[in-house]
């Protein structure tokens, strides 16, 4: 198929279409390749006037959608094509299809469950025509139709293609924002099968879960995804004791009182982290001498150096930001574990162990080094302490052929056709090739106080051409 490049005028639901369907159009050399689609758009200058700009803007917002729509066929191109040959090997069906979606999340540069839904909307995709035509030429981008697909999931492929029917029919999603689209679809999937509805509940009901997230200032967001009624009952108990506690007199906001109390219920300790080991990674001139070197909490990432010595050594917030009531925080028994690194580089110190499980001790160490899962572009905790070679092929238990994995990760990288070795270099790194035989880079992150230093790149891929992307970006006008 060529690339168009149309004049002005063309309706945008055939400007994708092939040569023969649009008319007068000129076109790359036949069968070109994504390289020359991205040197065509180098050349492309910006436009002179802010009317132009703007069509500009459309245009690359369209050929976005369209790069989108492309990437989709060819995820399940190549799943098929994984499929196949996994049959072929003797794979068991039941097994067929393993690592196609982290090999994905690898090249579109995502995390492995980002890597699962895209996949899966690929997939969803080739049941709904009219969704997929609409994604194609511009008219819903890759997040709503991704909302599109995640509202008719629970229902069988005949329903779901009515509902794609119904929506491109009533022109519903024309011009429509987020939250309509969303309404538009649920009520036309609630009409072709409002069991569905009961079934999503079921598996929502299966998917509750906790989670972590970073946000500034040294705070988090700890959210927790409830069934409606535990947790609407919750938030009413968080509400009816923080209004007790004003009315007797605490001077603490209502947020402030909830979020305390929250804690406090949770770690059984005024204050929050008594007794629990937060595993605060900081330099001894940080805590002793009032330097800056920023600090790292493992599960929350790098956190400036006055509040890590407020934590440290007070078990609260840094000064000037007390915590007042009864949530003040109590004294904390303070354990300091030395880490002792290379000079030069920052890389910790190795050690060594000849049994095949990661003793305790080398366990935290790989925690403190790695931090989250070693596999490119994926931040989720670590949950498995795993062999980069493999302990029954003589992979030894150490520092250095150890990583930090999360379980999903872990379980994909054993599966047939995937390799990992370590790479020499000022800090630990780890290369590992897909059974497509593209190669991957890790490398762990920087510890507080280590130099700043040259090393492959997280998520680095060897057998792509990236000086040359990056002398095009150089390059562009």
Same mark, same amino acid.
């Given at each position: 198929?060529?690339?168009?490049?149309?004049?002005?005028?063309?309706?945008?639901?055939?400007?994708?279409?092939?040569?023969?369907?649009?008319?007068?159009?000129?076109?790359?050399?036949?069968?070109?390749?994504?390289?020359?689609?991205?040197?065509?758009?180098?050349?492309?200058?910006?436009?002179?006037?802010?009317?132009?700009?703007?069509?500009?803007?459309?245009?690359?917002?369209?050929?976005?959608?369209?790069?989108?729509?492309?990437? %989709?066929?060819? @995820?399940?191109?190549?799943?098929?094509?994984? $499929? !196949?040959?996994? &049959?072929? #090997?003797?794979?068991? /069906? +039941?097994?067929?299809?393993?690592?196609?979606?982290?090999?994905?999340?690898?090249?579109?540069?995502?995390?492995?469950?980002?890597?699962?839904?895209?996949?899966?909307?690929?997939?969803?995709?080739?049941?709904?025509?009219?969704?997929?035509?609409?994604?194609?030429?511009?008219?819903?981008?890759?997040?709503?139709?991704?909302?599109?697909?995640?509202?008719?999931?629970?229902?069988?492929?005949?329903?779901?293609?009515?509902?794609?029917?119904?929506?491109?029919?009533?022109?519903?999603?024309?011009?429509?924002?987020?939250? %309509?689209?969303? @309404?538009?679809?649920?009520?036309?999937?609630? $009409? !072709?099968?409002? &069991?569905? #509805?009961?079934?999503? /509940? +079921?598996?929502?009901?299966?998917?509750?879960?906790?989670?972590?997230?970073?946000?500034?200032?040294?705070?988090?967001?700890?959210?927790?995804?409830?069934?409606?009624?535990?947790?609407?009952?919750?938030?009413?108990?968080?509400?009816?004791?923080?209004?007790?506690?004003?009315?007797?007199?605490?001077?603490?906001?209502?947020?402030?009182?909830?979020?305390?109390?929250?804690?406090?219920?949770?770690?059984?300790?005024?204050?929050?982290?008594?007794?629990?080991?937060?595993?605060?990674?900081?330099?001894?001139?940080?805590?002793?001498?009032?330097?800056?070197?920023?600090?790292?909490?493992?599960?929350?990432?790098?956190?400036? #150096?006055?509040?890590?010595? +407020?934590?440290?050594?007070?078990?609260?917030?840094?000064?000037?930001?007390?915590?007042?009531?009864?949530?003040?925080?109590?004294?904390?028994?303070?354990?300091?574990?030395?880490?002792?690194?290379?000079?030069?580089?920052?890389?910790?110190?190795?050690?060594?162990?000849?049994?095949?499980?990661?003793?305790?001790?080398?366990?935290?160490?790989?925690?403190?080094?790695?931090?989250?899962?070693?596999?490119?572009?994926?931040?989720?905790?670590?949950?498995?302490?795993?062999?980069?070679?493999?302990?029954?092929?003589?992979?030894?238990?150490?520092?250095?052929?150890?990583?930090?994995?999360?379980?999903?990760?872990?379980?994909?990288?054993?599966?047939?056709?995937?390799?990992?070795?370590?790479?020499?270099?000022?800090?630990?790194?780890?290369?590992?090739?897909?059974?497509?035989?593209?190669?991957?880079?890790?490398?762990?992150?920087?510890?507080?106080?280590?130099?700043?230093?040259?090393?492959?790149?997280?998520?680095?891929?060897?057998?792509?051409?990236?000086?040359?992307?990056?002398?095009?970006?150089?390059?562009?006008?």
């Amino acid at each position: 198929m060529g690339v168009i490049v149309e004049s002005a005028g063309v309706d945008r639901a055939a400007r994708w279409a092939e040569p023969s369907a649009v008319g007068a159009v000129s076109y790359l050399p036949a069968a070109p390749c994504i390289a020359d689609v991205l040197n065509l758009l180098a050349r492309v200058p910006l436009a002179a006037d802010g009317a132009g700009l703007i069509d500009q803007i459309r245009g690359l917002e369209e050929l976005k959608c369209f790069a989108g729509a492309r990437q %989709a066929e060819a @995820a399940v191109a190549f799943d098929l094509s994984q $499929r !196949r040959e996994q &049959a072929d #090997a003797g794979v068991p /069906a +039941a097994d067929q299809g393993a690592g196609v979606s982290a090999q994905i999340a690898l090249a579109r540069r995502e995390s492995p469950a980002r890597g699962s839904r895209l996949l899966g909307l690929a997939k969803a995709l080739t049941g709904m025509p009219h969704t997929f035509a609409a994604f194609r030429a511009g008219l819903l981008n890759e997040w709503r139709t991704t909302l599109i697909v995640k509202e008719t999931i629970c229902l069988t492929p005949g329903d779901r293609a009515g509902v794609d029917e119904e929506l491109a029919d009533t022109g519903a999603l024309d011009g429509a924002g987020d939250k %309509a689209i969303i @309404a538009a679809v649920r009520a036309a999937a609630y $009409r !072709r099968d409002p &069991a569905s #509805a009961a079934k999503r /509940a +079921a598996r929502a009901v299966s998917e509750r879960c906790v989670s972590l997230r970073p946000a500034p200032d040294t705070m988090a967001y700890l959210t927790a995804l409830l069934p409606v009624a535990q947790g609407v009952a919750a938030y009413a108990a968080l509400v009816r004791d923080a209004d007790t506690a004003r009315a007797a007199g605490d001077d603490r906001s209502r947020g402030q009182v909830m979020a305390d109390t929250l804690i406090e219920r949770l770690t059984g300790a005024p204050g929050g982290i008594t007794g629990v080991q937060i595993q605060l990674v900081m330099t001894d001139r940080t805590l002793l001498r009032a330097d800056a070197e920023p600090a790292r909490l493992p599960g929350y990432g790098t956190i400036p #150096a006055e509040p890590a010595r +407020a934590i440290a050594l007070a078990g609260g917030p840094a000064p000037g930001k007390p915590v007042t009531g009864e949530g003040a925080a109590h004294e904390l028994d303070l354990w300091v574990r030395r880490l002792y690194t290379a000079p030069g580089s920052g890389e910790l110190v190795a050690m060594d162990s000849t049994a095949r499980l990661f003793p305790a001790g080398l366990k935290r160490f790989l925690q403190v080094r790695d931090d989250t899962c070693r596999t490119p572009y994926c931040d989720a905790p670590i949950r498995h302490h795993d062999h980069i070679t493999a302990w029954h092929t003589g992979g030894p238990t150490s520092v250095n052929n150890g990583q930090g994995l999360c379980e999903a990760c872990n379980h994909t990288k054993e599966t047939p056709g995937w390799t990992a070795q370590t790479i020499q270099g000022q800090r630990h790194t780890v290369a590992t090739t897909t059974p497509t035989g593209h190669t991957y880079h890790s490398t762990a992150p920087p510890l507080p106080g280590a130099p700043i230093c040259q090393s492959p790149a997280h998520g680095n891929q060897s057998g792509h051409s990236q000086e040359r992307r990056l002398a095009l970006a150089r390059a562009t006008p």
